[in-house]
């Protein structure tokens, strides 16, 4: 396989995701890399995403990368059941200038919150939460998203045949989820933890 160092390294963030960063190493919060954030902004601008839902806020690195690919207008919902992430992560949006009413964070279990969002309405989903409930967030996903949206899960190295046990098991239950559905059309990125990126039909 290729030595992808470069493509993390290639990857420059701004003062607010460095502070970010530093807010999530006092906190033994993990965070994506900046190569899934660069790539999660881009998705956001190419989708011209103004609703995205993330399931795990953390202390705010991916919300900050996904708002500054959304539309300037854009609001971003985001769950995490630890409230000391998330009033972390409303520290890394302020310190962003991000206007309070561009990101919605709510405070609780994702297998919970996500039934109670609307259908077709977003146009992505960044998945980084529990990664046993990869199938679960998916499914809602699949229905919450609009024609053409995308939706991106994130620890979808579980895919290496060389991986196995429950966390591996449920990352390819996931994945079958959305090979199974005519509407998707699905690509496996090696960023990060690995990810895994799927766009509905328009
Ligand atoms: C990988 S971190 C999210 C990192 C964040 N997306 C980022 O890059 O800044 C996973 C998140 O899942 C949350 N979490 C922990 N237990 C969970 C559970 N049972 N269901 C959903 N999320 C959970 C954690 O609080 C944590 O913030």
């Given amino acids: 396989m290729t030595d992808n160092t470069y493509v993390e390294s290639a990857i420059v963030e701004d003062d607010a995701l460095v502070a970010a960063r530093g807010r999530a190493e006092e906190l033994g919060a993990p965070t994506i890399s900046p190569a899934v954030g660069a790539l999660l902004a881009l998705l956001a601008r ?22 500054a690919g959304m539309a300037e207008d854009g609001v971003l919902t985001t769950i995490d059941p630890e ?7 409303r520290e890394s949006f302020a310190a962003a ?15 919970e919150v996500l039934p109670r969002l609307a259908d077709a309405s977003y146009e992505l989903v960044f998945l980084d939460g529990e990664i046993l ?6 499914t809602d996903a699949i229905r919450i998203l609009r024609p053409g949206g995308v939706v991106v899960l994130h620890h979808a190295e579980g895919l290496d045949p060389s991986q196995s046990g429950p966390v591996a098991e449920a990352v390819r239950q996931a994945a079958l989820i959305v090979a199974d559905d005519d509407r998707f059309l699905p690509v496996v990125i090696p960023l990060g933890a690995g990810v895994l990126a799927a766009a509905k039909a328009g």
């Fill in 46 to 67: 190419a989708t011209g995403a103004k609703s995205v839902v993330e399931v795990g806020t953390g202390v705010g690195v991916s919300g900050l990368w996904l708002l």
């Fill in 83 to 89: 409230f000391e992430y998330q009033q972390a992560a």
């Fill in 97 to 111: 200038d991000i206007p309070i009413g561009r990101a919605r964070l709510i405070n609780g279990s994702p297998i």
């Fill in 133 to 138: 409930d990869h199938p679960r967030y998916l």
